[in-house]
Structure formats: structure tokens, C-alpha cells
């Protein structure tokens, strides 16, 4: 998948020489409690491609906050902090939930006196009874499954700058949203919005989620190395699920491993991958920034837009 002429791609060894402020770098401790479960990322990752994205965002947040006040003196009216916000896209198992976690703490220690918050779209996931209520469990996932008008009210919500925003938890465990649990949002400087349907336009929609982003990431991958991360990520899961009869994936651990593989396959061609080829890829042209892993989750090169 190759974008357009409308983007600059910088390998990584070019991309590594834009850092120049002296950031703080994570820990070796907490960058591994900020990695997904078969994902891969070292320090020396976080040196060569986060420092200088975060440098990049710079930019951007400084521009976002001038504009800001510019537009409010022009208009004499008082100046209204909102915060920027960033989304992260790509494809289900490419690491964008990594890249998130990773892009946080990194920004956390780029603006130690700032509120970075992060959010998945899972939340706003229907729930699995409403999904099955509406005939559509097969396609959770799609953009059909998301509740769009509460993600829209929810972003609305945080531009204008409401102190307490609640947002719905989901639960990998279980497999479905938390009934009646929320956390809590409370005035982020900068806020990252991670989720496979972010950067989509939902035909239904008169406003989309993108609409509120200030800088958007995609994650890519060549779609072979995908489904072998997707599968690899179901056999880790299916281990730790051995001992937890209430988690979603006890009864794949403790029946037979062969026929358990060969549904996730199953799943992954019938939904997975039609729902990136035919929902997720097409969005990428929409990104900001793309950043392209190879064998091993190794990050090789990226590409920003030009304008």
C-alpha cells in the first residue's frame, strides 16, 4: 500500500536525524508495560522514530494554539483553551495501540506540566447483545457497530472544552463493553484518540470523528505480516486465558489448539481483512503522518503529507 504523491517518505535513518531537543527518553520498565501483548519496541525505537514525531506535533500544537488566539483577538472574543487532538488508525494487531500508549508517555515527558489524555474507540463499540439484537456480531468491527453519534457528542465535548467528559470502557477480557462503566475525562492539553474507525466517513454521518483532529497517524503494514501478528496475538491469548474460565478466550485455551487456530484464520479472512481492505486501508491517504512496519514490527520507514 503506497500513498500518493502528496506525501514526503523518510526512511528511518533520515527521520532518526530531525531530534534535537534533549527529551527525557522511557524507561526500559515502562516502555514495557506500554507495549501490546505480541507487539515489538525498543528504546532505541522510541529514539529514532517517537522524539522526533513528538517534535513534529510541536509544531503543530504551537500553530493549533496561535491560530486560536489570533482567531479570538480578530473576533474579539475571549480566548478559549481546547485541546489538540491527535488520532491514531491502522489496521486490527498493527500496534496502533502501542503506538498510542508510546506516543503518551513520550509527549508526557516532552510537556511534564501538561494533561496528554488517551482514548480508544472500543467503548463505543454497541454492546455485544445490541450487536446481536441488530443482526451485526459478525461485523463488529465495522463501521456499522460503532455507536457514531456518541463518539461524535463525546469529541464535540472535549473541544469545547467541558471539564468532565465520561467516555464507555471496554473489556478485551470479556469481549464487550462494561455496562454502566465509564471513565472519566477531565480537561486534556492534548488528547489521542486511537481506534481502527477514526479516520472513516460513516455515510450516515453529517459530521465525522476526523473532523476534530488536529494531526492523525496511520499504522501500516503489508497485509501478510498482519495476519501473522493477528494469529500470534489469538495463541498468546488463548495461554493466558487458561486459568480464567470468565475470559473471553478460556473455552478456545482448553479445547483443541488446531481447530481454535484455524477459526481465528477463519475470522480474520472473513472479517478482519475485508473490513481493512474494504473500511480501514482506504482511510490512510487521510493520515497526517503513515508509519510503515516491516517483518518483526520494525519500523522502516514513514511518510508525511507535504501540506
Not at 39 to 64: C, G, Q, R
Amino acid at each position: 500500500m503506497i500513498p500518493n504523491s502528496n506525501y514526503y517518505q523518510i526512511s528511518r535513518e533520515e527521520w532518526r536525524t530531525f531530534h534535537q531537543e534533549d527529551v527525557p527518553i522511557l524507561s526500559e520498565d515502562k516502555l514495557e508495560s506500554l507495549i501490546s501483548l505480541n507487539d515489538k519496541l525498543s528504546l532505541a525505537d522510541v529514539k529514532d522514530i517517537y522524539l522526533p514525531l513528538v517534535e513534529v506535533i510541536d509544531l503543530y500544537t504551537k500553530n493549533y494554539r496561535s491560530l486560536r488566539r489570533m482567531k479570538s483577538k480578530f473576533l474579539d472574543r475571549p480566548y478559549e483553551p481546547s485541546p489538540m487532538v491527535i488520532g491514531v488508525s491502522g489496521s486490527v494487531a498493527v500496534g496502533k495501540s502501542t503506538t498510542a500508549r508510546v506516543l503518551q508517555n513520550t509527549l508526557g515527558k516532552f510537556y511534564p506540566e501538561k494533561n496528554i489524555g488517551l482514548v480508544t474507540t472500543d467503548g463505543f463499540l454497541y454492546s455485544n447483545a445490541e450487536l446481536i439484537k441488530r443482526g451485526i456480531l459478525t461485523r463488529k468491527g465495522f463501521p456499522e457497530s460503532y455507536d457514531m453519534e456518541k463518539l461524535i457528542q463525546f469529541l464535540l465535548d472535549v473541544k469545547i472544552g467541558k471539564p468532565y467528559v465520561k467516555y464507555p470502557v471496554y473489556s478485551h477480557r470479556i469481549y464487550d463493553v462494561i455496562s454502566d462503566d465509564y471513565n472519566v475525562l477531565h480537561e486534556p492539553d492534548i488528547l489521542i484518540v486511537e481506534g481502527i474507525n477514526v479516520l472513516q466517513l460513516p455515510s450516515n454521518q453529517q459530521i465525522y470523528a476526523s473532523d476534530f483532529f488536529d494531526f492523525s497517524i496511520y499504522v501500516d503494514a503489508e497485509i501478510e505480516n498482519i495476519e501473522k501478528w493477528y494469529i500470534e496475538r489469538f495463541e498468546m491469548l488463548m495461554d493466558l486465558a487458561k486459568d480464567q474460565p470468565d475470559n473471553y478466550y478460556y473455552n478456545y485455551a482448553i479445547g483443541d489448539r488446531d481447530e481454535a487456530i484455524a477459526m481465528a484464520r477463519e475470522v480474520w479472512k472473513s472479517v478482519n481483512l475485508k473490513n481493512l481492505q474494504e473500511f480501514i486501508a482506504p482511510t490512510m491517504t487521510r493520515a497526517d503522518l503513515i508509519i510503515h512496519k516491516s517483518d518483526n514490527h520494525h519500523i522502516d520507514y514513514l511518510n508525511i503529507k507535504k501540506y
